[in-house]
């Protein structure tokens, strides 16, 4: 497996895979192609024999000097449980560090079982809510009405 910076055409072949990847629902409009236009050095695809079978799109932030910040990741299901996450994570990671970042944030929907399982488990620390549901702390109306997120934070040593 092959890990790279993301490039531009990269969104033509992603892009219509991403609602596939998360069972039906309708998450591509949730990655724009400026991701991949603007956020080349900190944005990663891992390819498997010529084929994406994993993203991480991230970014530093413009707005704290000590942050980064996670949008959107994601692992084709056929290629999960081999580490490809963990390894688009740690890519991601290195380049924060070498930009003297300490700090990585991310968001998901309380509906993503999955996900905030995974962010857990690599180490990620879910920020107090305003509610809690089925244990995890939620942060109502983050992202408008009834766009209820889990937050998460993680500090690079």
């Known amino acids: 497996m092959k890990i790279r910076s993301v490039i531009d055409t990269d969104y033509n072949v992603l892009s219509p895979l991403i609602n596939e990847w998360w069972g039906g629902r309708q ?16 944005s990663f695809i891992a390819e498997q024999n010529g084929k994406i079978v994993g993203f991480l799109i991230g970014f530093l932030s413009q707005s704290n000097s000590e942050e980064a910040y996670i949008h959107f990741a994601g ?4 290629h999960r449980k081999h580490n490809i996450g963990r390894r688009l994570y740690q890519e991601f ?7 003297n970042r300490r700090t ?20 990620f620390e879910i920020e ?3 509610k809690v549901e089925s244990s995890v702390q ?12 889990v937050l998460f934070i993680k500090h690079l040593m």
């Open 27 to 42: 998450m591509s409009d949730m990655l724009p192609k400026l991701f991949f236009v603007h956020f080349n050095d900190t």
């Open 75 to 78: 692992v084709d299901p056929r």
């Open 93 to 99: 990671f290195s380049v924060v560090k070498q930009n």
């Open 104 to 123: 990585v944030k991310c968001i998901t929907s309380p509906v993503n079982r999955n996900s905030i399982a995974y962010h857990t488990k690599i180490g």
């Open 128 to 130: 107090t809510g305003d």
């Open 138 to 149: 939620i942060h109502s109306h983050y992202d408008g009405p009834d766009q209820d997120r």
